[in-house]
């Protein structure tokens, strides 16, 4: 393999950035492994192709003939331009304004492989330990090259070997053994079904509407509990009905429901921040959360069927009067006495359950005690079964006895062959995806009008209300995710298999991938990767856990649980244990740690020893003159800080990085959360030997990062980098001469951090404090102090330095990068540190609070009411005047505002309207400037500024300040 590698020296982090957001972009149209099954995070596949392909080409290889063996087949970024103009003008630019197909669809060939000089047939081979959804092994496989494939979880284990190893291997036949076994199965559940759901007269049931019920200590009345009561986003919606029986104290209070027009005639919700509200009209009692969840504990938890979504079918005609096609319209009932059979249901489950349990066909494992999320125990669900209703637990088991039946005839029948196994595999994944769309934890989406499943979030979020899909419904239920999973498996196996066509053949004809490819999936610990011999891999390509990001072993136990009683059937060997294991997966988890001081901090330092030891088993894996790519994306620099110091202590040294927006999109509607887009690319190589371990001093490498910084930023900027993600790519450079010069210390020791000395956050400091210690964070620090001093050169067209003070420039520069209002106080005081504030002592209170773990900062109105404005004229900080005047100009005149800063003496001083300037160019703009509302939420009043200000720099200052530059890039959006 070549000694420098293309992606050492280049990478279109632009074009990729375009083609990563455009795979995502439509959420009903993602590649098809993201709807095989649930997981909790995969890396776009372009991006994924994009590393492993560049980890593995020489420097000199062609740009051109690169992006185009990616798939991107023109120009993604010029293309965006012409289609945010085409917005503004009207332009029509046709269905297909790219010009090419998403570069995700692309394969490939083997001779446009050949031209770039990658020389498949000698099998270069791909490792990612932590391999998760499987997009990077997915990418190897469709490259032509060897992949191997690892996973700690028994449960991305399965989906890894479903989505690259299954269709790799046995190719066009999969979907018809799959069509096959799970027709089957749809015959059998038909007929075990009978009975189980009610009937619906000339309609389909779209949904059962369920709310939660506790008795009420104060009256004794039946409580459904639900936040509100709306069904759709056009104002219907439920009124509660009392039956109040005989008064307080009698246990026959209930309430029905009633379908209601608008949103005036609603029923009040009875649920707020876990406490509940008595609806009963002759009581109306408050009852404390801890009371609910004690009911709920005690087994006093019930439901209760308040709404019934169906569609019924409706004949519409031509404009000539004949008979034209069925249109199905949706509608929404109250339940009617036979709707609700849940005691029919329970009997008929208490019968089945001594069986199942028996024959271990349901789970019986409890919900862990020791967790992130304890809701689950809280509100009355011991048991990982116990996340379904009696009726959504019956079809479940039902499900599952009879797909062991299926087993067990073909095995006893010599019918299970690799592909039939392989074909089970997938039919338990639809049984998987039944489950995620019918728990205890899904909810109705009323604004889509859609049913919304358990992992819309990553967590056990309670659900005081959930919406259930029947399974024997026509299109529906069954059949529904049935089709998910074959759709998915045809094109799964097109996108491997394209591409790969023998000269001389049609290239409708598949041609399977060479013998002597390897393709290798495992589940063992990343560290532990002991069927992979030394020096034998030339290229790991890995997106690791993000630190505290997702708890992925969790979450996965509520797929875990069923898998070994479906998917363990077929592959025993990745079921080995009650439930997923917690103790080896690389996450900051600090449940680890519950009940010890500094919990946090001593997660933080499991999750790196944990991947240093992974990258320690990845170099020794790695050819001499291998390549790691790690692609990270995390906002928070604690982590980035704990996987570069894995990095290091495994041997590494970072030799280049790349910032790709790989999230899906956003608009630019302020979110009332800051988020991070990018992923940044770490090229890392084992450490040479001659480096040694002399050591260097801080303070000579610290210049060099901030040049290093200095010379990239720029470039980043023009990709398309912006806001937190213009920081985030600066760590990547920063890391990079970081590392080159490890390991460092420092000649002037450093005073003690003034945290340490404060008893209340002296738990994050678990190890004793060293002043010549160096650690990565040092690098980002310095990192952020160069893109700050950036951004506000172009903020405010001066030189950014000395031209604003601390907290003015704190203010802007949070604005800047966090597009919102709440964003973490970790980065908050990341941030201060960079301008150089006193983020507790001069910030919070005076421009901001903090709520929990967040800031939020204020717009004059907040400032004002908590009289927390200083001097008008700026003496202890610009932001002050500036909010007087927006403050005075929201709530009088203009003139008023104007006459405040003359009096103040300040409307000519230059550091007024250098901060003036700023302030413009990141508050959300008003709908008077843009023509639509930019803020919503927590943004919406400092929008009301910007338009103060706004209208006050037009009467007063349009000479002196120019005109904010981002109103061109809002009206050109909204337009």
């Not at 192709?49 to 062609?62: D, F, G, N, V, W």
């Not at 069509?179 to 075990?192: C, D, H, I, P, Q």
């Not at 066909?361 to 209703?389: C, I």
């Not at 005075?888 to 309207?913: H, M, S, V, W, Y």
């Amino acid at each position: 393999m070549p000694d420098v590698r293309l992606i050492e020296r280049w990478l279109p982090i632009a074009e990729l950035s375009e083609e990563s957001v455009r795979e995502r972009r439509m959420a009903t149209a993602l590649p098809p492994i993201n709807f095989l099954h649930v997981w909790w995070a995969r890396r776009p596949l372009i991006a994924s192709r994009a590393a492993i392909l560049a980890s593995l080409l020489p420097e000199s290889a062609s740009h051109s003939d690169f992006q185009a063996a990616i798939g991107i087949l023109g120009d993604p970024v010029k293309t965006r331009r012409r289609i945010d103009l085409a917005k503004k003008t009207g332009e029509d630019l046709g269905l297909d304004p790219y010009g090419y197909k998403r570069a995700f669809t692309y394969t490939p060939p083997l001779h446009q492989l050949k031209k770039l000089g990658l020389e498949t047939g000698k099998s270069p081979l791909v490792l990612d330990p932590t391999a998760g959804g499987g997009s990077i092994p997915f990418e190897a496989v469709r490259l032509g090259l060897g992949a191997l494939a690892n996973d700690l979880n028994p449960v991305a284990a399965i989906i890894l070997k479903a989505t690259v190893e299954y269709p790799s291997k046995f190719g066009a036949v999969l979907p018809d053994e799959f069509n096959t076994v799970s027709k089957e199965l749809g015959k059998r559940l038909s007929s075990a079904l009978k009975g189980v759901y009610p009937k619906e007269d000339a309609a389909r049931v779209d949904g059962y509407l369920w709310t939660r019920t506790i008795c009420c200590p104060y009256c004794s009345g039946t409580i459904p509990l639900s936040p509100n009561w709306r069904l759709n986003g056009a104002g219907l919606g439920i009124r509660l009905k009392p039956n109040v029986a005989s008064g307080p104290g009698d246990p026959n209070r209930f309430f029905s429901f009633e379908i209601v027009e608008s949103a005036a005639e609603h029923s009040e919700g009875t649920v707020s921040d876990g406490d509940a509200t008595c609806a009963f009209p002759d009581c109306a009692r408050v009852i404390d959360g801890n009371e609910v969840k004690l009911q709920a504990q005690a087994g006093g938890m019930g439901e209760q069927l308040f709404a019934v979504v169906y569609k019924r079918p409706v004949e519409t005609r031509t404009k000539s009067g004949k008979v034209g096609r069925q249109k199905w319209v949706r509608g929404y009932r109250a339940p009617r006495p036979g709707d609700d059979n849940l005691a029919e249901t329970k009997s008929r489950l208490a019968e089945r359950l001594p069986e199942w349990e028996a024959l271990d066909v349901v789970p019986n494992e409890e919900y862990p005690a020791n967790t992130n999320d304890d809701r689950p125990r809280q509100y009355g669900m011991p048991l990982w079964r116990d996340m379904f209703s009696p009726r959504q637990l019956l079809v479940h088991g039902l499900a599952a006895e009879l797909f062991r039946e299926m087993v067990e005839e073909d095995r006893s029948e010599g019918r299970l062959s690799d592909l039939r196994r392989a074909a089970y595999v997938y039919l338990s994944f639809s049984l998987d995806k039944f489950r995620d769309y019918n728990s205890r934890m899904t909810r109705w989406h009323a604004n889509r009008e859609v049913m919304v499943n358990t992992f819309d979030r990553h967590d056990f979020a309670f659900k005081w209300s959930y919406a259930e899909m029947a399974m024997a419904i026509e299109g529906l239920g069954y059949e529904w995710v049935i089709g998910q999973t074959a759709e998915s498996i045809k094109k799964i196996c097109n996108l491997v298999h394209e591409g790969h066509h023998s000269p001389g053949t049609l290239f409708s004809t598949a041609e399977s991938l060479r013998p002597e490819t390897p393709l290798v999936v495992t589940c063992k610990p990343g560290n532990a990767l002991d069927h992979i011999a030394d020096g034998s891999v030339d290229a790991v390509v890995v997106d690791p856990p993000y630190g505290a990001n997702v708890m992925y072993a969790e979450l996965s136990d509520f797929f875990y649980v069923w898998l070994k009683r479906t998917a363990g059937l077929v592959a025993p060997e990745l079921f080995t244990r009650r439930l997923t294991d917690k103790q080896s997966e690389a996450v900051a988890n600090k449940a680890h740690f519950k009940g010890q001081k500094g919990a946090d901090a001593l997660a933080n330092r499991d999750y790196r020893e944990k991947m240093a030891a992974i990258f320690a088993e990845c170099r020794r894996v790695l050819k001499p003159n291998g390549i790691m790519t790690v692609m990270f994306t995390h906002k928070d620099t604690s982590a980035w800080d704990a996987l570069t110091k894995g990095l290091i202590e495994a041997g590494f040294i970072i030799t280049a990085s790349w910032p790709v927006n790989t999230e899906a999109e956003g608009s630019l509607h302020i979110k009332d959360k800051a988020a991070a887009n990018s992923t940044i690319f770490l090229v890392c190589r084992p450490r040479p030997a001659e480096q040694g371990d002399e050591t260097t001093y801080w303070e000579d490498v610290e210049p060099l990062v901030a040049k290093a910084v200095r010379t990239r930023v720029e470039e980043f900027q023009k990709a398309g980098i912006g806001g937190v993600d213009l920081y985030l790519a600066s760590f990547g450079p920063a890391l990079e001469e970081f590392s080159r010069h490890w390991p460092l210390k420092r000649g002037t020791p450093r005073p003690e951090p003034l945290a340490k000395k404060r008893r209340k956050q002296a738990e994050l400091f678990e190890e004793e404090f060293d002043p010549y210690a160096v650690t990565p964070e040092d690098a980002l620090d310095a990192a952020r102090r160069e893109v700050k001093t950036w951004r506000l050169n172009q903020l405010t067209h001066t030189k950014g330095r000395g031209d604003l003070d601390a907290t003015t420039s704190w203010f802007v520069l949070a604005w800047d990068a966090f597009k919102a209002p709440v964003f973490s106080y970790d980065e908050g005081l990341r941030l201060a540190r960079a301008v150089g504030a006193d983020l507790d002592g001069q910030l919070i209170g005076k421009i901001c609070e903090k709520k929990g773990s967040d800031i939020k900062l204020w717009d004059s109105a907040m400032r004002a009411a908590k009289n927390a404005l200083g001097p008008a004229d700026g003496s202890r900080a610009m932001i002050d005047a500036i909010h007087h005047a927006a403050h005075r100009g929201r709530t009088r005149t203009l003139e008023a505002a104007f006459d405040l800063l003359k009096d103040a003496g300040i409307d000519n001083d230059p550091q007024f309207l250098a901060a003036l300037e700023a302030v413009l160019e990141v508050l959300p703009p008003s709908r008077n400037f843009v023509g639509f509302d930019v803020a919503t939420g927590d943004a919406k009043s400092a929008a009301d500024d910007f338009d103060a200000l706004e209208k006050l720099r037009r009467l007063a200052f349009s000479d002196k300040v120019d005109e904010p530059q981002q109103l061109s890039l809002f009206t050109e959006e909204a337009a």
